[in-house]
T-cell receptor, first 117, second 111 residues
């Protein structure tokens, strides 16, 4: 149980275009989802916390107009990288917490490798 | 500011030996601490959770200790196997499930 599906796994886009990444909890309800960015040989950098039905909370230094997060249902959160630039190329990962279980482990998606040309 | 350090970027050991990974933290009082495994190009997978009032937790060949006085957690893999080769991340968990991750230690178990 507790499967998180992230799609797409890889995407290549041209500079200036927007890319949407989906994160779905397949067999549980997730009131909270987290979005991370990971550079090679580095750890997960939390970008934002997404709560179902409310605006996302962004970490310091993360542009909310650049990285649009929507959490419209208990099983789906999306991250849209707007007007992407080569420096946005990275590995983006989402995680989800079961509803009412803040002490539970995080369930991660398998990440999205974004390459902006 | 909060800081998490994992002992080394890379750890190489021989098959059958015990791997010991260290996670130290400062300026933080976590409710609990978690360990994850991450394989290349994949998302992390949860391994073990230990609470602040627990000293030790075991799961099969894995053992985690948590010393809130030293602000340190040790993660042990006994009878290591080449399949244990991966990057291991420690994470400190605060309010509402928000976690802060260490940079990870990449373990290589040689046959």
């Amino acid at each position: 149980g507790a499967v998180v599906s992230q799609h797409p796994s890889r995407v290549i886009c041209k500079s200036g275009t927007s890319v949407k990444i989906e994160c779905r909890s397949l067999d549980f309800q997730a009131t909270t989802m987290f979005w991370y960015r990971q550079f090679p040989k580095q750890s997960l950098m939390l970008m934002a916390t997404s709560n179902e039905g409310s605006k996302a909370t962004y970490e310091q230094g993360v542009e909310k107009d650049k990285f649009l997060i929507n959490h419209a249902s208990l099983t789906l959160s999306t991250l849209t990288v707007t007007s992407a630039h080569p420096e946005d190329s990275s590995f983006y990962i989402c995680s989800a917490v079961s509803a009412g279980s803040y002490n539970s482990p995080l369930h991660f998606g398998n990440g999205t490798r974004l390459t902006v040309t | 500011s909060q800081k998490i350090e994992q002992n080394s970027e890379a750890l190489n050991i021989q098959e059958g030996k015990t791997a010991t990974l260290t996670c130290n933290y400062t300026n933080y009082s976590p409710a609990y601490l978690q360990w994850y495994r991450q394989d290349p190009g994949r998302g992390p997978v949860f391994l073990l959770l230990i609470r602040e009032n627990e000293k030790e937790k075991r799961k099969e060949r894995l053992k985690v200790t948590f010393d809130t006085t030293l602000k340190q957690s040790l993660f042990h893999i006994t009878a290591s196997q080449p399949a244990d080769s991966a990057t291991y991340l420690c994470a400190l968990v605060g309010n509402a499930g928000k976690s802060t991750f260490g940079d990870g230690t990449t373990l290589t178990v040689k046959p």
